[in-house]
């Protein structure tokens, strides 16, 4: 028994991996591989961790791997240095389900890509095309001075780049929530959809006829294909920044792809 016991003892370290350092202050470690989990604890910069697993979840500035602490929570791998951005300790047996009633607040590293190039990178809060006030990659202020954010002024883009990832799932969310049950979206076609909810807002596109389009059963890629060509203007005139991005969008939907994004993770 007791040489049973410490064969388990010496086994336990090659299981795990680490310790490691965490690579900025304030790093939260969350119930799941996503920024729509709750967050458990956060970790000061330069604590060390080891990771018990590894899995993949939401992209975060390119990596899609989350490393599952020894504390039973899970940070982004972005955040802790490990040396590499491949793996370094076995494969989660299984992810945590994504919030009850919610889709998986996913976004792929093309669709983070686009909706930063069209919104673009503001380090200070200040009006936008049609006078709004946003801040970061699109971010749009809720109170004066987007006092809001938790970030300091004026923004890297690495903050503004967490800041992108805490608002996502609010419309990754709302977009889950507009979807019938039948309706069934790779990665692409979420990231389009998302990339067009995130720049629209939930209200406008919830009612929109490229949703009830999709819920009726139509192809989504020729549904924004047909649909998001309208959706130009903005104070009611056209802009030549949205019929780009729209084309980029429609690009990025009739991309192909076998990964699922919705109405679960893969």
């Excluded at 989350?66 to 791998?77: L, R």
Aim: charged share 20%; aromatic share 8%.
């Amino acid at each position: 028994m007791i040489r049973a016991l410490l064969a388990l003892v010496v086994a336990l370290p090659a299981l795990a991996a680490g310790p490691y350092p965490i690579k900025e202050a304030g790093s939260r470690c969350r119930t799941g591989p996503g920024t729509s989990f709750s967050v458990v604890k956060q970790y000061a910069l330069g604590r060390m961790v080891t990771l018990v697993c590894q899995t993949e979840g939401e992209n975060i500035n390119g990596n899609t791997i989350w490393d599952k602490t020894t504390e039973g929570c899970f940070v982004s791998d972005y955040l802790v240095k490990t040396g590499t951005n491949d793996y370094v300790a076995p494969r989660c047996n299984s992810s945590p389900n994504p919030p009850s009633g919610k889709p998986c607040a996913l976004l792929n590293a093309a669709g983070i890509a686009l909706v930063k190039e069209f919104e673009g990178f503001v380090p200070s809060p200040a009006p936008d095309p049609i006078g709004l006030p946003t801040v970061g990659y699109g971010h749009l202020c809720e109170t004066k001075g987007c006092g809001e954010v938790r970030y300091k002024f004026p923004l890297t883009q690495a903050t503004a780049s967490q800041l992108l990832n805490d608002d996502l799932p609010r419309y990754t969310t709302c977009l889950g929530e507009m979807l019938g049950s039948g309706v069934t979206l790779n990665d692409n076609q979420w990231a389009a959809l998302t990339s067009w909810v995130y720049n629209l807002g939930c209200g406008q596109t919830k009612s929109s006829t490229a949703i009830r389009r999709i819920n009726a059963g139509e192809n989504p890629t020729t549904v924004v294909e047909q649909e998001f060509p309208k959706w130009v203007y903005a104070g009611g005139q056209k802009f030549s920044g949205l019929v780009r991005r729209r084309d980029a969008e429609i690009a990025l939907c009739k991309k192909p792809s076998s990964k699922q994004a919705y109405p679960k993770c893969t």
